[in-house]
């Protein structure tokens, strides 16, 4: 192996996990950006109305492919076989490796959305039934396009595994902004020509897949760079290939119960009053850009670390507990935000256009509903990486299970009831029979303008109690798996004893900022919200605190 390849595999300093995730972070929160811009505009020209719950439930149809198929189930089953392959410097069966699993994935990718092209209309009744016959036929439509982009984006994920195995974070990261930029572009000229509502959905639905081709394109040139000699080709024969391949299909399995519980929200989500679709999208885009920011960043940082960590049970201690600590900071701040000023947050992104203070308040209800269970979601996240990294898919797949099971169940509860609590800008509006757990409302019922039904808050309020026992429960399974670990939960303390004190200050400070501006009210509250919760962890001993507090400290010493 040449000199260059060694100096490019060799082991990392313990800071390497901080500089990692923080690569991750900044290309995450770039693309995240360049996604809430591209809402932001679709907000505008699409609002909450039957068009947008089309474009989201077909949006939604094909994305069940890339998440079954895409970077989860690659993390679990191909970055950590691949990694120890570098390790190992082992350059060349790492590479006949990476060929073999692009070679699977791209049948199975091929074959897949040709699957979801042609049977678009019966895989749309099943996981969309409750759209209207108008929106159903714009619902089959924006699924053939959108299933050609998501393939695209699948073979994404496998070039952004082997990235992260080559501890190159910054890219993979950042491409998404482009499939973004794609978007954003084609919705401004929609929104400048004023294109009817059907027309402009259609033509964001063509953006999808053009910038799905961008998203790959822009990484191969690095990844044939960074993985020398790599041919797409099939390879039955490597006893690594079957090893990944023996991964792969308790990884798939626990993706997909995963996506049955986010299909489940979508499914019933179309029997809630019209809207509910849209909205309970918004209020998922947000509440999953923490848990990608701060939990995902470290956690694909750490699991290609972890897995070359198998066999040094204290180190592995250390990296995981560390990881918890970082993720316990970030996620209860988040977790508070999204509750105390979730109303801001979205009025600020959202509103404006088509979209009114009303559809505003619907989904922050959603998004604090969401937010209750954010620290839950962000642990659980390092904890499953955890299992992958010492080879473990199967446990985290049946936790997961359960928790979509759990979930259902107290979101079907709990939705059609909400849905006949109206409220509007000022407060509740009315709550007839609410108490009562019947059906659907009727169909002219739903549809009737007006003051909106909490429905989809339901839904959320399951996904957050889901998440929670999912936590206990890989708990358990690690300390298994790692006994000196602990308690993942314990890292979790002193940020949520500062989480419930700035929560406090800030639903008093809002009281006497209520009349400002809708930005002005944003910035302060949002402002003095982190700096108190930031000043309080750090004087409970949070270590992440200081990564706030230090830039301040630095301009006051200046």
């Known amino acids: 192996?040449?000199?260059?390849?060694?100096?490019?595999?060799?082991?990392?300093?313990?800071?390497?996990?901080?500089?990692?995730?923080?690569?991750?972070?900044?290309?995450?929160?770039?693309?995240?950006?360049?996604?809430?811009?591209?809402?932001?505009?679709?907000?505008?020209?699409?609002?909450?109305?039957?068009?947008?719950?089309?474009?989201?439930?077909?949006?939604?149809?094909?994305?069940?492919?890339?998440?079954?198929?895409?970077?989860?189930?690659?993390?679990?089953?191909?970055?950590?076989?691949?990694?120890?392959?570098?390790?190992?410097?082992?350059?060349?069966?790492?590479?006949?490796?990476?060929?073999?699993?692009?070679?699977?994935?791209?049948?199975?990718?091929?074959?897949?959305?040709?699957?979801?092209?042609?049977?678009?209309?019966?895989?749309?009744?099943?996981?969309?039934?409750?759209?209207?016959?108008?929106?159903?036929?714009?619902?089959?439509?924006?699924?053939?396009?959108?299933?050609?982009?998501?393939?695209?984006?699948?073979?994404?994920?496998?070039?952004?595994?082997?990235?992260?195995?080559?501890?190159?974070?910054?890219?993979?990261?950042?491409?998404?902004?482009?499939?973004?930029?794609v978007q954003i572009v084609a919705l401004l000229f929609i929104w400048a020509r004023d294109w009817p509502l059907e027309d402009a959905a259609r033509g964001l639905a063509i953006a999808v897949t053009i910038g799905g081709a961008a998203q790959l394109g822009v990484q191969l040139p690095t990844v044939r760079r960074l993985a020398r000699g790599v041919r797409i080709r099939f390879d039955n024969q490597h006893p690594r290939v079957r090893d990944v391949r023996r991964r792969f299909a308790p990884a798939v399995l626990g993706r997909g119960v995963v996506q049955i519980s986010a299909y489940l929200d979508l499914i019933l989500a179309t029997f809630l009053a019209t809207g509910a679709v849209a909205a309970l999208f918004k209020a998922q885009m947000l509440y999953t850009l923490p848990v990608s920011l701060f939990a995902m960043s470290v956690a694909a940082a750490e699991l290609p670390e972890m897995a070359r960590l198998v066999g040094d049970p204290e180190a592995l201690v250390v990296r995981s507990r560390r990881g918890l600590e970082r993720i316990a900071f970030w996620m209860l701040l988040a977790s508070f935000m999204t509750i105390a000023a979730g109303d801001l947050i979205v009025g600020v992104l959202f509103q404006g256009g088509k979209f009114d203070a009303t559809d505003g308040v619907l989904v922050w209800f959603i998004l604090g509903a969401y937010g209750v269970g954010l620290p839950a979601i962000g642990t659980s996240r390092l904890l499953q990486n955890t299992c992958y990294a010492v080879g473990d898919t199967r446990g985290p797949a049946r936790i997961a299970a359960l928790r979509v099971a759990i979930a259902a169940i107290i979101g079907l509860a709990f939705m059609f009831p909400l849905d006949r609590v109206l409220v509007g800008p000022d407060g509740l509006v009315g709550i007839g029979d609410a108490l009562a757990f019947i059906g659907p409302l009727d169909a002219t019922v739903r549809s009737v303008p007006g003051p909106v039904r909490l429905g989809a808050v339901g839904l959320a309020i399951g996904s957050a109690v889901g998440a929670w026992i999912e936590l206990s429960l890989l708990s358990t399974l690690v300390r298994r798996h790692v006994p000196g670990l602990g308690d993942p939960r314990l890292t979790m303390v002193g940020p949520a004893t500062a989480a419930a004190v700035a929560f406090a200050s800030t639903a008093a400070l809002r009281l006497l900022l209520d009349p400002l501006p809708l930005l002005i009210e944003a910035v302060v509250a949002l402002g003095l919200a982190v700096t108190i919760y930031t000043v309080l962890c750090f004087r409970l001993g949070v270590r992440d605190a200081d990564l706030l507090l230090r830039p301040a400290r630095r301009i006051i010493w200046r």
């Not at 068009?51 to 989860?72: S, T």
């Not at 990476?98 to 749309?124: F, R």
């Open 1 to 181: 192996m040449s000199r260059a390849a060694r100096r490019r595999y060799r082991k990392p300093a313990p800071s390497s996990t901080v500089s990692g995730s923080t690569f991750v972070a900044a290309g995450i929160g770039l693309s995240r950006i360049a996604g809430l811009l591209r809402e932001m505009v679709t907000s505008r020209v699409l609002g909450l109305t039957f068009v947008a719950d089309a474009f989201a439930a077909a949006a939604r149809i094909p994305n069940l492919l890339q998440n079954l198929l895409g970077e989860g189930v690659l993390s679990a089953s191909f970055v950590p076989v691949y990694s120890q392959l570098l390790d190992e410097d082992d350059e060349r069966d790492a590479s006949r490796v990476a060929g073999a699993i692009g070679a699977l994935l791209l049948v199975v990718t091929g074959l897949s959305v040709l699957v979801l092209v042609v049977a678009a209309g019966p895989i749309t009744s099943v996981l969309a039934p409750g759209l209207p016959p108008a929106g159903y036929d714009l619902a089959v439509g924006f699924t053939r396009i959108m299933a050609v982009g998501v393939g695209f984006l699948v073979m994404s994920a496998w070039c952004l595994g082997i990235l992260n195995s080559h501890r190159s974070f910054l890219l993979p990261y950042t491409a998404p902004v482009l499939w973004n930029a």
